[in-house]
C-alpha cells in the first residue's frame, strides 16, 4: 500500500485579511508530487486557513488512497499540528468546527506522525497558497499546475418578473456625509432574504452585500485634550464642553438612517460618558470592553509634549521613532494594536450583519483604521482624530474592510 505525506499551509495578509490555504499530498517512498490543492477562502485569519489547508490535504490522500490509506502530516503551524496530535487544547471556539471536520477525515485514514517542520521545509504549500491569493486578488481562481483562470460565470435565465435588487448597506453611500442615508441592519437582512439570485463571488468566500457597520466615536472633550496633555490610563471625566459633544454625537446617532443595535465602551470614565449620552438617546445598554482602553502613557501621564521632550528627550525620540517602542512604565503602539485587534475581531464576528457603535480613544480608533487599511503601525503617526469625532469601517464577508467615513465632526458644527 501507498504511504502518503501531506504538507500543508495557510495564510492571511492581515490576520484578519484575504487569505487562501495550500496543500501538497506526495509519494512517501520517492518525495512525487502527486496531488495539489489551494484555494483562497475570503477574510480569515491564518489559523483557519491552515486548518482549511489540512482539511484540503487529508481529503486529496482520501480521493487517491481510499480509506485507511497511511499519512505523515507535517506543517509549520504548531497550533494546528499539537491541537490535532491532542497534545493542546482548542481554546478558540471558531476553530473546533474545522478541528472536528478535520478529525473525521482523519478517522477515515491511518494518520502516522503528526510533525512540526519549519517554514523553510514548507515552501511547496506555501507557494500554493499565496498562487491562490494573488489569483483572487485580481478576480482568478487557482487551477492546478498554479495557472489561474477567469471565473466562470453562469447565465442566468431570463426572469418572468424583475429582480429583487439587494441594495448594499453602506452607511455613507447615499446623502451627505454628515446626512447618512442607508438601510439598517435589519434591512439588510431582509434585502438579503429577498435577492432571488445573488452573483457569484470570485472565490474569497460566499458572496453577500451585507456590511457588519463599526461606527467609532472619539470621546468628548476633558481638561487634559484642552491642554494637549498625555491622557492614557489616567481616568479624567468630560468637560462641560465634552458633554455638549457628547450630547451632539448621540442626537446624531440617535436619528435616521443609523439605527444602531449595540453600543461598546471602553472602561475609561471619558469614554463611558460619551457612550452613555448615546444610550440615553437610543435606548440602549452600553457594554464594556476592556481592549478598546487607551495607551498607557506611563510616566508621561498628564505631560504635555514638550514637558515630556525636556524630561525624556532619548525616550521620546525613540518612541516616535519606532511603534514597538513604549513610554517608561507604559505600553507600546505595537502592544495596543494586539489587544485592540482582538477587541475588533471579537465584535465583528459577534455582531456580523449590524450597526455597532465602538466608543473609544485615539490609539484604539486609529488601529482600527489602520488595519482596516492594512496600512503599517508607522501610519499611526499620519493621522489625526478630534475629540467625539466619527469614522466608520465597513466589514464584508466577501471582501476587505473598507473605510467608509474618518475623523467626521459634522455633528459639532451646528
Known amino acids: 500500500m501507498t504511504s502518503y505525506v501531506i504538507e500543508a499551509d495557510g495564510g492571511s495578509r492581515g490576520n484578519p485579511g484575504p487569505a487562501?490555504?495550500?496543500?501538497?499530498?506526495?509519494?512517501?517512498?520517492?518525495?512525487?508530487?502527486?496531488?495539489?490543492?489551494?484555494?483562497?477562502?475570503?477574510?480569515?485569519?491564518?489559523?483557519?486557513?491552515?486548518?482549511?489547508?489540512?482539511?484540503?490535504?487529508?481529503?486529496a490522500v482520501l480521493r487517491l488512497g481510499g480509506e485507511g490509506a497511511p499519512v505523515a502530516v507535517r506543517m509549520d503551524s504548531k497550533l494546528v499540528i499539537e491541537q490535532m496530535a491532542g497534545r493542546w487544547k482548542i481554546k478558540n471556539e471558531g476553530l473546533r468546527p474545522l478541528a472536528l471536520e478535520a478529525g473525521a477525515l482523519v478517522r477515515q485514514l491511518r494518520v502516522t506522525e503528526w510533525t512540526w517542520i519549519p517554514r523553510e521545509r514548507n515552501k511547496h504549500a506555501d507557494r500554493l497558497a499565496n498562487e491562490a491569493m494573488d489569483a483572487a486578488a485580481k478576480g482568478l481562481t487557482w487551477k492546478a499546475g498554479g495557472t489561474t483562470q477567469p471565473e466562470l460565470q453562469e447565465e442566468p435565465p431570463a426572469p418572468t418578473t424583475p429582480p429583487a435588487i439587494a441594495q448594499q448597506t453602506d452607511l455613507l453611500d447615499i446623502g451627505a456625509i454628515s446626512e447618512m442615508a442607508a438601510p439598517t441592519a435589519?434591512?439588510?437582512?431582509?434585502?438579503?432574504?429577498t435577492a432571488k439570485a445573488p452573483a457569484k463571488g470570485t472565490g474569497w468566500a460566499p458572496p453577500t452585500r451585507v456590511a457588519t457597520s463599526l461606527l467609532l466615536l472619539r470621546h468628548g472633550e476633558t481638561a487634559l485634550s484642552v491642554e494637549r496633555r498625555f491622557s492614557g490610563r489616567g481616568d479624567a471625566e468630560l468637560t462641560p464642553n465634552g458633554l455638549a459633544q457628547a450630547a451632539a454625537a448621540a442626537e446624531r446617532l440617535s436619528r435616521e438612517p443609523y439605527r444602531l443595535d449595540v453600543i461598546v465602551s471602553s472602561p475609561l470614565k471619558r469614554a463611558r460618558q460619551t457612550a452613555e449620552a448615546v444610550a440615553r438617546r437610543t435606548g440602549l445598554d452600553v457594554e464594556v470592553d476592556e481592549d478598546l482602553r487607551e495607551l498607557d502613557f506611563g510616566d508621561w501621564e498628564g505631560h504635555t509634549f514638550t514637558e515630556a521632550q525636556r524630561r525624556w528627550p532619548a525616550e521620546l525620540s525613540a518612541w516616535l521613532a519606532d511603534p514597538e517602542i513604549a513610554p517608561p512604565g507604559g505600553e507600546s503602539f505595537a502592544t495596543v494594536a494586539r489587544r485592540v485587534q482582538a477587541a475588533g475581531e471579537r465584535l465583528v464576528e459577534r455582531?456580523?450583519?449590524?450597526?455597532?457603535?465602538?466608543?473609544?480613544?485615539?490609539?484604539?480608533?486609529?488601529?482600527?483604521?489602520?488595519?482596516?487599511?492594512?496600512?503599517?503601525?508607522?501610519?499611526l503617526y499620519?493621522?489625526?482624530?478630534?475629540?467625539?469625532?466619527?469614522?466608520?469601517?465597513?466589514?464584508?464577508?466577501?471582501?476587505p474592510a473598507v473605510v467608509k467615513s474618518f475623523n467626521d465632526t459634522s455633528h459639532l458644527r451646528r
Open 20 to 59: 487562501g490555504y495550500g496543500a501538497v499530498v506526495m509519494d512517501a517512498s520517492d518525495g512525487q508530487v502527486l496531488a495539489e490543492a489551494a484555494e483562497a477562502i475570503g477574510v480569515t485569519t491564518n489559523n483557519v486557513a491552515e486548518y482549511r489547508g489540512l482539511i484540503a490535504g487529508l481529503q
Open 186 to 193: 435589519s434591512t439588510a437582512a431582509a434585502q438579503q432574504r
Open 351 to 379: 455582531y456580523e450583519g449590524k450597526t455597532v457603535l465602538a466608543v473609544s480613544h485615539v490609539t484604539p480608533i486609529k488601529t482600527l483604521l489602520r488595519l482596516a487599511l492594512l496600512a503599517p503601525l508607522e501610519s
Open 382 to 399: 499620519r493621522m489625526h482624530l478630534d475629540v467625539a469625532c466619527l469614522s466608520l469601517i465597513e466589514y464584508y464577508a466577501d471582501g
